[in-house]
């Protein structure tokens, strides 16, 4: 069986095997043990199996990712979503689709202390949805912003994948959670501009003005966000400062947020045992995602095909744009079919490599940061766009009596704003880098 033969028969196992709602990690596993015995054999497997789950886990910067998780818990279970969305209610609710923006700017918010896509739009939803409709939004326009803001759960530090990315690329996590920020915040005004435009060229999904029973700043909206405010100070101050490392920066922002759901008086015992029983949940499905993307990607790599595939690309004297452009593009398509985690744990071996070796004019540390920006940037493509759209689907399924086409309709502005985000960061990588120089 040649090399070629022998890839596609491992993809279409695993993109089989997912086809019948077998679960990601199982999938990956399962594909990757059958190319990795038909290569080399049953013991060789065993033998990579009894080292490489250890060699993955025992490292220490793994421990940032049930870290932070368990910090946007806490965020979660405290309540803190509805202080961000009454106080960005008010500062917003003097604008046509004020409701929709301040929504917006409540995930934005919230993500800077999450670090999950869905757990961004599930909270602010459950918050946020039933004022939309009270205001008379639309079924489209509240669930597709809703479900667009839902990405800037990782599109702003701290942000998961982007953690992932950093320990598959051996990059600094201070260094990429500083290039994430103003192409985070772009994204939160560029989803605001989508709104502003949608709610005038097509009326009707929200109304003129908001009511006169809208929000007011006071001084009580200015105390429910600060908690937020001095959290994200003490974490990313303290990381930037030299005080803590990133995941002694996770830890302490766990604890702030913590303290913060405490002094609400919104923690009980029950929500403190869901949210300790949640993230062990939650890593634990990344961690298994972890150990099906090592192993299809070593049967991937016994194969030697992503290595010529690095060289035929080199090969055609495409400009290194293009190829990055043509790699963000695979990560559109791939969206469709796969989650941000495992697009990640499964390419990015196979990519990272051959962007490396392209010359962007620009020191290799600046290459590998600004490339996991823009890998960051796509893979949101796949929480909005059909036919997965997880996004959509969580934000959906909490909209009783929305139709899922709807939906999807909704978030199409949100997917152009996606676009020239993607298309201006791609082009002018100095917007991505410029906070990173001045990090020691």
Not at 7 to 32: N, V, Y
Not at 90 to 108: E, K, N, P, Q, T
Not at 209 to 216: K, L, N, S, T
Request: charged share 10%.
């Amino acid at each position: 069986m040649s090399p070629l033969v022998l890839t596609a028969l491992i993809f279409g196992i695993m993109l089989l095997l997912m086809a019948i709602r077998t679960p990601i990690a199982i999938s990956m596993f399962f594909a990757g043990a059958i190319g990795y015995v038909l290569q080399a054999g049953w013991l060789p497997l065993a033998n990579f199996l009894n080292t490489q789950a250890f060699a993955r886990f025992a490292s220490y910067d793994l421990s940032v990712i049930p870290l932070f998780i368990l910090m946007g818990q806490f965020a979660t279970q405290g309540g803190i979503s509805k202080a961000l969305f009454e106080f960005a209610s008010a500062v917003m609710s003097r604008f046509r689709g004020g409701l929709a923006m301040a929504a917006v700017m409540a995930c934005a918010a919230f993500g800077a202390i999450c670090g999950s896509s869905v757990a961004t739009a599930a909270t602010i939803t459950s918050v946020a949805l039933p004022e939309m409709k009270r205001h008379g939004y639309s079924g489209r326009l509240a669930t597709g912003t809703l479900a667009a803001g839902g990405t800037l759960g990782i599109l702003v530090p701290p942000s998961v994948p982007l953690v992932i990315y950093a320990i598959l690329a051996e990059q600094n996590i201070a260094k990429l959670f500083a290039a994430a920020m103003i192409p985070g915040l772009i994204a939160m005004l560029g989803y605001m501009v989508a709104i502003a435009i949608y709610v005038r060229l097509v009326p009707g999904h929200a109304p003129d003005h908001d009511d006169d029973d809208a929000p007011r700043l006071t001084l009580q909206s200015f105390g429910g966000v600060a908690p937020i405010a001095v959290i994200f100070v003490i974490v990313f101050g303290g990381i930037y400062g030299g005080f803590f490392t990133p995941t002694e920066g996770a830890g302490v922002g766990a604890a702030s947020t913590f303290l913060a759901a405490l002094l609400r008086r919104e923690m009980t015992w029950r929500k403190f045992k869901h949210c300790f029983y949640a993230t062990a949940e939650g890593s634990a499905m990344i961690f298994m995602i972890f150990i099906g993307a090592d192993l299809m990607n070593s049967a991937l790599a016994l194969t030697q095909v992503p290595a010529q595939l690095a060289s035929v690309v080199g090969s055609w004297g495409l400009s290194p744009v293009a190829v990055v452009a043509a790699i963000l593009l695979f990560y559109v398509v791939l969206g469709a079919v796969m989650d941000e985690l495992s697009m990640i744990l499964l390419t990015i071996p196979i990519f990272f490599p051959m962007v490396m070796g392209l010359d962007f004019g620009m020191p290799r540390e600046s290459v590998a940061i600004w490339f996991g920006i823009m890998v960051l940037m796509t893979v949101g493509f796949g929480l909005l766009a059909p036919p997965v759209g997880l996004n959509v689907y969580v934000v959906n399924g909490m909209a009783k009596g929305v139709p899922i086409g709807e939906s999807y309709r909704g978030v199409l502005p949100f997917l152009v704003s996606d676009t020239l985000r993607t298309l201006l960061l791609l082009f002018f990588p100095p917007i991505s880098l410029w906070l990173v120089q001045y990090i020691g």
